[in-house]
């Protein structure tokens, strides 16, 4: 348990909405609960909806026995938690609906505020307003954005500009939760603290890079949201992106968070743009069509309704090429689909192969070196190497064994990736965050993408639900002599 206690008030608005419930919540209880947060730590979640604070905390109840990882609720500590919660009716785009927020955070005028925004980014500007009017946008004040902030670099531009009108940059934190989890962290501890991997980590000894998120549900009833967004925006914009920069940036002269936040913009400044024709060979979108997932029959994504006519891709795979010294001739083969035949996200660095092999197979290089990190569902760091299969055999036989990186576990939970990103907010570390220079310099490549695919360059392709996507994605990488990492 931490002995650092932090004192603030909490406002999520959108308090009662899926991403609150099922992310928030159980990452703002398990702070409370692990002593991370002060007891007096106020907070407030939003609704429009009317109800009395016996309700409130009857579904937060309900809502944390649901989300919870099994074994993780306790009704003791639920007894604490429910003090620290408030209920704020709010009708986010009326701005005379947030005094009753303003008589209660006055309470206590100088303690630190959290403003989470969880909600369509098109309330944001509309949020920050009404704070501001209410003089609640004050110096010790932070925002919280969840993606997606945009649909492109000029929507983007637009949110972010009505979001600086009234609060610093220094206090606003773009959230990518996939920066929270501990292995995605790991990335930094592994290149820059061991000396074996720095020599390597380079053109000379990599022979490519893979980045894979592949999700085994469709769109889950977020059909008309998924659908103004798709895999390019929701995914690898942001989520592939970040995981692309941490692999690939310089090591920066400190871990202060705009010395780590200059690096990751220096590499997304040197993706190679492309040209309409390396668009057409070198990106893949498709969408899913009926099939089976979990040996149950699914449903295509145009046959949702109100998606017949859809031509939104539900998966995207892409090479990416980054044009600078380290990295000059290495691909990036980045992918991430919907309905795939597992949930699965994890990076793999492929070594080249040793200059000339001296073991059996007439001089051919058996296998190459590979570095596994797997995000989901199992967070571990593999490193694959040869090793002599036992025996009396005249020639030396080899075999692919596995290095387990892991560090030892001597907790009895692994932290939530929210968890550690709102900690962060309180601590005022932005550092796991997204600053506004990486977030346009991201747009301005996948702008570019998304102009070609609005003219059909490349045709939409299918795959059918429950498989690893569609064959035109391996061609992708096989027209390079090269394969998916598909255990």
Not at 303 to 316: D, K, M, Q
Request: glycine content about 6%; some cysteine; aromatic content about 8%.
């Amino acid at each position: 348990m931490s002995e650092i206690k932090n004192l603030c008030d909490i406002v999520i608005f959108g308090g009662h909405g899926d991403l609150a419930f099922r992310k928030l919540m159980p990452a703002l209880y398990h702070l409370c609960s692990d002593g991370y947060l002060d007891n007096q730590t106020r907070i407030f979640l939003t609704t429009r909806v009317d109800m009395d604070n016996a309700e409130h905390i009857s579904l937060v109840e309900s809502k944390l026995h649901e989300f919870l990882g099994e074994g993780e609720f306790d009704k003791e500590k639920f007894e604490k938690f429910k003090e620290q919660l408030r209920l704020i009716k709010i009708d986010l785009a009326d701005e005379e609906s947030y005094e009753a927020l303003k008589n209660s955070l006055d309470e206590f005028p100088h303690r630190d505020r959290v403003n989470y925004f969880s909600t369509a980014p098109s309330f944001f500007g509309a949020i920050c307003k009404a704070l501001s009017r209410w003089e609640l946008a004050t110096k010790e004040s932070r925002v919280v954005l969840e993606k997606p902030i945009g649909r492109d670099l000029a929507s983007s531009q637009e949110i972010n500009i009505e979001v600086l009108k009234y609060f610093k940059e220094s206090q606003i934190y773009r959230i990518d939760h996939y920066l929270g989890k501990d292995t995605v962290q790991n990335i930094i501890a592994l290149r820059f603290s061991n000396r074996i991997f720095m020599p390597l980590w380079d053109a000379n000894n990599i022979d490519h890079v893979q980045i894979t998120v592949a999700e085994s549900v469709g769109v889950e009833g977020r059909g008309g949201y998924y659908d103004d967004y798709g895999a390019l925006r929701d995914m690898i914009q942001n989520h592939l992106l970040q995981l692309l920069c941490l692999i690939a940036m310089e090591p920066p002269c400190s871990l202060d968070a705009d010395n780590v936040r200059d690096e990751k913009v220096k590499v997304l400044r040197s993706l190679r743009e492309m040209t309409s024709q390396d668009i057409a060979q070198k990106t893949v979108r498709a969408q899913y069509e009926k099939g089976s997932s979990d040996g149950k029959s699914v449903s295509g994504y145009k046959e949702i309704e109100g998606l017949s006519e859809s031509n939104t891709e539900t998966f995207a795979a892409i090479r990416v090429d980054i044009d600078n010294w380290r990295w000059n001739g290495v691909p990036f083969y980045i992918r991430s689909g919907k309905r795939m035949r597992k949930k699965n996200s994890e990076i793999v660095i492929q070594f080249k192969s040793v200059p000339h092999s001296i073991f059996a197979n007439k001089g051919r290089c058996i296998s190459q070196n590979t570095l596994v990190i797997t995000l989901q569902p199992n967070e571990s760091i593999r490193l694959k190497l040869m090793n002599k299969i036992p025996g009396l055999s005249e020639n030396m036989r080899l075999q692919q064994v596995d290095l387990e990186l892991n560090s030892p576990m001597n907790i009895e939970r692994k932290p939530l990736a929210y968890e550690r990103l709102l900690l962060d907010v309180i601590r005022s570390n932005p550092t796991l965050f997204m600053r506004l220079d990486e977030v346009e310099a991201a747009w301005k490549w996948a702008d570019v993408i998304l102009d070609s695919w609005a003219e059909n360059i490349p045709a939409m392709k299918s795959y059918s639900a429950g498989t690893s996507g569609p064959s035109s994605a391996i061609a992708l990488i096989e027209r390079d002599g090269r394969s998916w990492h598909d255990e």
